[in-house]
């Protein structure tokens, strides 16, 4: 669409959105032309756009893969003046002194330095704990909310160097904001404001929870009030006073469904104790998949800029904090999809009398808008003791444990005989070696290839997931010699991946992946040709959705589309194709898992609750659930749940990385399994495996840990 075809289109819809605004709740109406006036595209700028911040004269945009720099001394008319590539996309930016924090979800956290605004340059990336989202910086600290795993505190004293400080706990973080000490965090599906005292990083504590009236995300601090932009569902409030709109109810949705959009006020004159002053709320709408909201205040007045998704662009008047008003609301559409409002307006950047709007389709927008002035930020009193580095302690009693010299992640572990290959993130891969007197020791490590995020093991091969570079294949002529069979730098399309997860889930076959790009099976029969056979994806969740064996004789391979259906995959179809899935209704979620229990049966888990699927099984004629039985239960009633690894000999593991948790079970006797052990552990615990019974886990920052 050429650009005078948008700019006539953002007009029109400015008079649609008034009409869809009236008669939603008394005050809300919006007024055409009262904040808004006339958007102009930001010529050039890529047609996904989904963050943007503004530092000085500078605006920044993350674009696709680029990273852009604008000069906006003009304010209407932003100039490109540099850009960098490589930061493998972005959700937010956050600017200091002409740094750049950039969280780009499952690649991570980037540091771009852009000093030098028409030479920007990617300074590092930081391997977050999980999906990098909000993020905020203050002095020498970064925090970056990562959704239920919480949020990340990292020193970036040296741009070159991050380091991981401490990770606390939230519901699901999805932006954070700083201010003296104190840090907020917006949290998603629980509709909840988390807050931290976070002026020592020796002491973190999260000192209050707050309810919000909608699923948490942005936040925002002016004076002594907080801003809070909420989206999708109501929350802590009764839906019955919201009935659904037509639209929500044809998305089969109650009343108070979609209803969640708008904007929490707190007065924060106590930091410690957010206290409602005032709460403004958008019309109804419902659409999953980008669904992020912020709010961003004005130096000079009262007016908030609220980006909410497919419901467009607010301006709220916040003069009154008791009874804030919709001023205005100014929409983007997006061709083929005339059931959305507006295509998803994720950001703004409020600027000197213009806000710039970042939408995922249509591109960069600067919008002239009454009110708008350009703040500075200040995040006043920074965190003490950047260098403190959290202990993450080992009961010695059940582990023995190992961590790499460089801090970095225990994030894979695989087995050739008694030796252990372990995946540690940016600390690379090493070689242990298991004392038959008990222990592991060193012995080695992969050299030439820094970052090494996931390892697996198959007879005498070794595949490995290196992040930028990619893919490796090694036949390990002995334990510590890797002798290079094979590489794969892109999953498809040309582009070069990012090695993240891998599988050997049967002879001939390997499973990818770059996370963005979803899961990959490669036939590898010719290690030197792998050959793409068929890609799955579902919910951008971080653990391993994948099963790890196929099952049915090596034929049947299951892929959990976390909170939609579960693939069967098919090794034997020509080609190779995914055959079959279940409906929704027999679906598990972002903290479960599938895993080969014997060959006749893969080992589901939902919940605190598990099945034994048979191979390829379906959901039954009826449309009704599987039948789901409970795990014994684990001491003081703490829920566990998981990916489940199986020994092929009875024994099952469930890692819980999200509450810190692993238990392990005796499923001898399928009909009347028994817990054996349940430990609380210190770090993040992904995919654990079995050694002579026994359970070797990769727990993130607490290293390496094999049951005693």
Known sequence: MKNAELFK??????????????????????????????????????????????????????????????????????????????????????????????????????????????????????????????????????????????????????????????????????????????????????????????????????????????????????????????????????????PATAEIVASGKKAGEGCGHGLDIFDISDPENPKRVGRADYPPFYQRGLDMWSARTSANSDMVFCSATHNGLFAVDCTDKTAPKVADRWVSPLDGHGEWPS???ASVAVGDGCVYAATMGNGLFVIPAKGAAKETVNSGVPPKNASFREVYPTDEKEFYVWKPEQVGQARGVALIGSTVYAACGDAGLHVLKIDPKGGLRKIGELKGHAHVYDVVADGRRLYTAEGPDGFGFYEMDAPTKFREIGRLDSLGKGRKSFGFWVWAPAPGFLGLSARSSGNVIFDISDIKNPKRQVSVSGCPGWDKFLMDKAIGGGRYLAHNAA???????????????????????????????ICRFSDDKALVTRGDTYYFAKPGELDPPDGSLWAFKKFPPVPDAKKVQGIPRASGDGLVVLTDRIRRRVALYDFKDQENPKLLKFWNVSGNPDTAVFYNGKVLIPCGYQGVLLQK
């Not at 002026?199 to 948490?216: T, V």
């Not at 909170?563 to 903290?591: M, Q, R, Y």
Request: contains cysteine; neutral net charge.
């Open 343 to 345: 295509a998803c307006v």
């Open 563 to 593: 909170g939609h259906h579960i693939d069967w995959i098919d090794l034997e179809a020509k080609p190779l194709a995914t055959v079959c899935a279940s409906t929704s209704k027999n679906c598990i979620f972002l903290s479960d898992g």
């Open 9 to 242: 289109r953002a007009a029109v819809c400015c008079a649609v959105a008034t009409a869809a605004c009236a008669g939603f709740g008394e005050g809300v109406p919006c007024r055409t032309g009262a904040v808004f006036g006339e958007a102009r595209h930001v010529d050039g700028s890529n047609k996904k756009v989904m963050a943007v911040c503004i530092e000085g004269n500078r605006l920044y945009a993350g674009e696709g893969s680029e990273i852009c720099v604008y000069d906006i001394s003009d304010p209407l008319k932003p100039k490109r003046v540099g850009q960098t590539s490589g930061a493998g996309g972005s959700r937010q930016i956050a600017a200091k002194d002409g740094m750049l924090y950039v969280t780009a979800r499952e690649n991570a956290l980037w540091i771009i330095d852009a000093t030098n605004p028409s030479a920007p340059k990617i300074r590092s990336r930081f391997d977050t704990c999980e999906l990098a989202t909000g993020v905020d910086v203050a002095g020498d600290v970064c925090f970056v909310g990562q959704r239920q795993n919480g949020v990340e505190f990292i020193d970036v004293s040296n741009p070159d160097d991050p380091r991981h400080i401490a990770m606390r706990k939230t519901d699901e973080s999805q932006s954070v904001k700083y201010l003296n000490g104190i840090l907020y965090s917006g949290d998603w599906g629980s509709g909840k404001l988390t807050v931290f005292d976070a002026k020592d990083m020796k002491n973190i504590r999260k000192i209050g929870l707050f309810p919000l009236w909608g699923f948490g995300d942005g936040v925002w601090i002016k004076g002594h009030y907080l801003y809070a932009a909420t989206g999708h569902h109501l929350k802590n409030r009764k839906a019955a006073d919201h």
